[in-house]
């Protein structure tokens, strides 16, 4: 395992996904302040999609450069205010999805299924069918 490439791999998935949070930060600004600027910046966001996000900032900058500024500022405040936690959150929700997958697939295992070869005796379970003794206080 090279894990410093899946490193590199992984902070450039995270910057990008920053960068999308910082876009949609500033369309939720801009439809309270500037509505029609919002929804030309939706426009482009939907005709470039945010898969890169220098390649996406590079291709604004042609059009916005004032977006792309805010877009820089927003993103850096994120990053300021997020990051800080993100490796010990990423740990905690890693080790509770395992922990939780591997409870479903022991009960999986565990499960024991009727392989009989009568049919009738498949369908009657007279030790699961029967009615709990009730109280003799009823």
């Excluded at 899946?6 to 302040?33: G, H, P, R, S």
């Excluded at 905690?92 to 005796?121: H, K, W, Y």
């Amino acid at each position: 395992m090279d894990s410093k490439r899946l490193a590199n791999a992984a902070a450039k998935t995270l910057q990008t996904y920053v960068t999308f949070q910082a876009v949609q930060l500033i369309l939720d600004q801009l439809n309270e302040t500037n509505p029609s600027q919002a929804i030309w910046l939706r426009q482009y966001a939907i005709e470039h999609p945010i898969r890169d996000d220098a390649e996406f900032l590079s291709g604004l900058t042609h059009e916005r450069k004032d977006l792309v500024f805010r877009i820089l500022t927003v993103r850096s405040e994120i990053a300021d205010t997020v990051l800080e936690f993100l490796p010990e959150l990423v740990r905690s929700n890693i080790t509770q999805a395992n922990i939780e997958l591997r409870r479903v697939m022991l009960e999986r295992l565990t499960q024991t299924s009727d392989i009989s070869s009568d049919p009738d005796e498949a369908i009657a379970h007279p030790e699961l069918d029967a009615q709990p003794e009730r109280d003799s206080q009823e």
